[in-house]
């Protein structure tokens, strides 16, 4: 309760320091919260973006694809890394080489390949969340301790309980840490790649109210894919509490 | 002691392992036999494979030659309804808590929830464990944690126990009055122990049979019954003549080993 407190107060004191700020500034750079609520209620009730609600739908979409493909990926190539010596170590470098690399130099080259339509969006997406869950995975499989493996088989466990009683709930904290890390980079790669180069999204949104000077619709839409940040990121975390009590 | 009734037997068991530097035989023509209800103690050097012979007891390895028998059948792979295994590290599930993990195996079998509580909440007590039936393993000390790894494979009811240095990591306070509490259990329980230690002091106050293995590769040494009663006193002449007996030979083995 005292630091819900502290945190709305913290808040009140930000949005106080941003309205005067903005007020002492250039109307067309810096706008302050009291003109940024109009323009998010012009938002809100469709006045100034009508297509908002579609292009909503279109970034969720991609979102949704994305992550999806980038955890299946993830997933099986962590497995499949993890569990077979010699394919770890012969594909472990290239897969921690391939991450340091900055994924934003592959999205010239994805708009090449995939356009600008949403293919790009999602495959951008992909790949920036694709190596966290990789990595995750591998990294819990090298966290399960191999003596509870044993202990789990001379307890008459087959390979299947092994994995779900043992293996799981071991890897569980790393592996879903990863899935966490997955879905904020997907759904930072599906925004950049809109910003960067779309015709339809809340990227393409934003990139017209700025590119137009419309400070204030900018801030406002800056806002709604906030709420949809913040809205991914407690859905992950609820899915995190279900299956920290699946494994128990 | 009134029944004489082979429980296990090892038969001319040899097993190599293969290493980066070649390969390496850890067992050599072992055989031993051990009736019901005794408590057997394999002691040797280290190195000389008596986790290896008991691994494959418990049916986790597999002999290259020769073979294991259990009430007369062979061993072909881990039969928890019959053995039951306490390891050296007590290797509880961290995310389990100490009732949870003495549940562990009748989970496996597929004991209804109720019954498996009932089962391994009976078991607490004995193992002084009352209070702690909902503290995870990170919360109990090391002797505590041994004992909820002993109440798992007592609650399977296995007719054998199979115990690989289950006392190695405590202190020897600690570890004397584990073995005189595992003393009472093994007593009121009926079970066939076999247990592994370096311990001399172990091997003579607990077992009702001792078998010397050799440096590696491993093979019996000598076998011998301790027919004494229990508790037992380490002062009598019979058990100071007996410990000089075995220390000489332990002693030869683990000079070899060193070598």
Redesign the interface.
């Known amino acids: 309760m005292k630091v819900l407190g502290l945190r709305l107060a913290l808040l009140a004191l930000l949005v106080a320091a941003w309205e005067i700020a903005g007020r002492t500034m250039n109307p067309l750079l810096g706008v302050p919260p009291s003109a940024v609520l109009p323009a998010l209620r012009d938002l809100l009730l469709l006045r100034s973006y009508p297509d908002l609600p579609a292009s909503l739908a279109l970034t969720v979409r991609e979102i949704a694809t994305a992550y999806a493909l980038a955890v299946a990926a993830g997933v099986g190539c962590g497995f499949m890394l993890g569990m077979h010596r010699l394919v770890g170590r012969v594909w472990g470098p290239m897969l921690a080489a391939l991450y340091a690399v900055p994924a934003v130099v592959w999205y010239p080259s994805l708009m090449l390949f995939f356009g600008l339509d949403a293919a790009s969006k999602i495959a951008f997406g992909f790949l920036l969340g694709f190596f966290p869950v990789a990595l995750a995975v591998l990294a819990g499989i090298r966290q399960v301790?191999p003596?509870?493996v044993?202990?789990?088989?001379?307890?008459?466990?087959g390979t299947v309980?092994v994995f779900r009683?043992?293996m799981l709930?071991?890897m569980?904290f790393t592996l879903v840490g990863g899935l966490r890390t997955g879905l904020a980079l997907c759904v930072i790669g599906v925004i950049v790649g809109e910003i960067l180069g779309s015709k339809a999204g809340m990227g393409a949104l934003i990139n017209h109210a700025y590119g137009l000077l419309r400070t204030g619709d900018y801030v406002a839409l800056v806002l709604v894919t906030l709420i949809l940040v913040v809205g991914s990121d407690v859905l992950a975390s609820t899915v995190e509490r279900r299956a920290r009590r699946w494994?128990? | 002691m009134s029944s004489r009734r082979e429980l296990i037997a090892v038969e001319g068991v040899t097993k190599r392992y293969l290493t980066s530097s070649g390969s390496v035989e850890a067992l050599h023509d072992v055989s031993l036999s051990v009736d019901e209800g005794a408590f057997c103690t394999l002691i040797g050097p280290s190195g000389c494979g008596k986790s290896t012979l008991l691994s494959m007891l418990g049916g986790l390895v597999a002999p290259d030659q020769g073979r294991l028998l259990v009430e007369g059948q062979p061993v072909s792979g881990p039969d928890p309804r019959r053995v039951a295994t306490v390891f050296q590290e007590a290797g509880l599930f961290p995310w389990r808590t100490a009732l949870q993990n003495v549940e562990f195996g009748l989970e496996l079998q597929g004991v209804p929830a109720e019954r498996r509580r009932r089962t391994a909440s009976e078991l607490l007590g004995p193992l002084g464990l009352s209070g702690f039936a909902e503290k995870y393993p990170r919360e109990l000390s090391g002797g505590m944690k041994q004992r909820v790894a002993i109440g798992r494979a007592l609650a399977l009811d296995a007719k054998i126990l199979l115990m690989d240095e289950p006392f190695g990591a405590l202190d020897e306070q600690t570890r004397v009055l584990m073995g005189e509490w595992l003393l009472d259990i093994w007593r009121r329980t009926q079970k066939t122990v076999i247990f592994v230690t370096h311990s001399l002091h172990e091997a003579l106050f607990l077992s009702t049979r001792v078998a010397v293995m050799t440096a590696r590769p491993g093979r019996i040494k000598s076998a011998f019954d301790l027919p004494m009663d229990y508790p037992r006193s380490m002062e009598s002449p019979e058990m100071v003549a007996l410990r000089a007996k075995l220390w000489s030979e332990i002693r030869e083995e683990s000079l070899r080993a060193m070598r």
């Open positions: 301790n003596q509870l044993v202990v789990a088989r001379a307890y008459g466990a309980t009683r043992v709930p071991a569980m494994t128990e």
